[in-house]
T-cell receptor
Framework: DAGVTQSPTHLIKTRGQQVTLRCSPKSGHDTVSWYQQALGQGPQFIFQYYEEEERQRGNFPDRFSGHQFPNYSSELNVNALLLGDSALYLC?????????????FGEGSRLTVL | AQSVAQPEDQVNVAEGNPLTVKCTYSVSGNPYLFWYVQYPNRGLQFLLKYITGDNLVKGSYGFEAEFNKSQTSFHLKKPSALVSDSALYFCAVRDITSGGYQKVTFGTGTKLQVIP
């Protein structure tokens, strides 16, 4: 049973650039959530996608955008990168009909902005 | 709004001793509560959850958690700590009245250090 997979695992960008992170959910899951985890902090909710639509969003600027594809995979895009965007970006999948919303996480994409 | 507080940044315990990692929560309705563990440079792994029913929930690797509605707490416990339990632990909450929206809010994490 394939778990949540994320790519790339590590990447380095410079200020002002744009980045795209990718996520494939656990087999059978239809909901993808993205979290940002800065060093030494807990995961912060960015947004959640279900049925190819963003249905909840955390306190992140419009520079953060996403997409969900018909196969339930998802992308996180960040434009005009800032130094403060350096973090571990975690993708988590869940099943909308499960009720509990238990999340299954990928290993994350570590973004360094120079 | 929903929130989670983990009052201890770090907990140190001797191997073989019982451990407790504290968590309190705030939701407008009834909660779903979760504990996750994170090893260095890894994603989060699910440990256990409270949905309803028995206030003592058992999970992976011998961990358990006690739900206390009056104190709005969900402390993580283990009767006998192992060195391999050393990791970062996150408490998380979801308000079940959020309907189809499944936003889960995490605490700031507690680093558990088990001393040989």
């Amino acid at each position: 049973d394939a778990g949540v997979t994320q790519s790339p695992t590590h990447l380095i960008k410079t200020r002002g650039q744009q980045v795209t992170l990718r996520c494939s959910p656990k087999s059978g899951h239809d909901t993808v959530s993205w979290y940002q985890q800065a060093l030494g902090q807990g995961p912060q909710f960015i947004f959640q996608y279900y049925e190819e639509e963003e249905r909840q969003r955390g306190n992140f600027p419009d520079r953060f955008s996403g997409h969900q594809f018909p196969n339930y995979s998802s992308e996180l895009n960040v434009n005009a990168l800032l130094l403060g965007d350096s973090a571990l970006y975690l993708c988590a999948s869940s099943l909308a009909g499960s009720g509990t919303g238990e999340l299954f996480f990928g290993e994350g994409s570590r973004l360094t902005v120079l | 709004a929903q929130s989670v507080a983990q009052p201890e940044d770090q907990v140190n315990v001797a191997e073989g001793n019982p451990l407790t990692v504290k968590c309190t929560y705030s939701v407008s309705g009834n909660p779903y509560l979760f504990w996750y563990v994170q090893y260095p440079n890894r994603g989060l792994q699910f440990l256990l959850k409270y949905i309803t029913g028995d206030n003592l929930v058992k999970g992976s690797y011998g961990f358990e958690a006690e739900f206390n509605k009056s104190q709005t707490s969900f402390h993580l416990k283990k009767p006998s700590a192992l060195v391999s339990d050393s990791a970062l632990y996150f408490c998380a909450v979801r308000d079940i009245t959020s309907g189809g929206y499944q936003k889960v809010t995490f605490g700031t994490g507690t680093k558990l250090q088990v001393i040989p």
